[in-house]
């Protein structure tokens, strides 16, 4: 489907999808404050009383804006490479089980669901103060640790979900004409996995992986509102978690980093929806 062709709610999470990239890539570069300098005479200020800060300021005298693009960075990446390292693997056990079935595809089932029987939140806090936690308190724990720990914990919960929807597509497509033709004619199971199979299953997890994304952004942002994620306001949730004792002096500091990164889901959530919408009408016309 063309841009075009979108309705305007699918246009604006385009475009806004796409201005969070660009922070993501070029957000170091924009002349703003730095995130990291705290404006003593602008403490607490409101959304756009000052040119200097647009966005305002938290009670520390953190620029706004400053750490909304700076958050942008970790926040997708983590979602990115969670997705696409759980989407890669869950995806290959899912169609190899699938396509193989027996024993090896109730194994990898099982497996799926055990670990869809954990929640995300457990899972991740379970790794973080086994892996990211220092005996002696004092000792601080490296941010890439954690950020390591993280990224881990939310791509095991990632494997399942796409491994799954893998899973259904293919069983779905390895009975179709022209794989049982292909089969027929001699043709090796990988080629026909790989030609026929993975092509034809791949909308289907394009589709999930956008709401994947949107699921591991907010779980990522929660595990910072319990202390357990990246500190020192680097990602939006950790500046979630920064600015909540300022909900009383000053509510747009905490205001700012949730509409973004809901924006950022709900952006999210609407393009799967648009490849999922596509992927059935062009199941219907199979």
Known sequence: ?????????????????????????????IPLPKPTNFDI????????DSLKHPLGTDSNGYDLLSNVIRGARPSMLISLISVGIGGLIGSTLGIISAYKRGKLDYIVNTLFNIVLSVPALVLGLALVAVLATNPDPNIEVPTSRRVIVIILSLTIVIIPILGRIARGATLSWSNREFVVAARSMGMKDSQIIMKHIVPNVLPAIYAVAFLAIGVVIVVEGSLSLLGVGIVDGVSWGSMIARVRGDLEYAPHSMIVPVVVLALTVI???QLGDILRSQLDSREGRL
């Open 1 to 29: 489907m063309k841009f075009k062709q979108l309705g305007i709610f699918s246009k604006a999470s385009v475009i806004w999808l796409g201005i969070v990239m660009f922070m993501v890539v070029f957000g170091q570069w």
């Open 41 to 48: 005479d602008a403490m607490g200020v409101g959304l756009f």
């Open 267 to 269: 952006a999210c959530n």
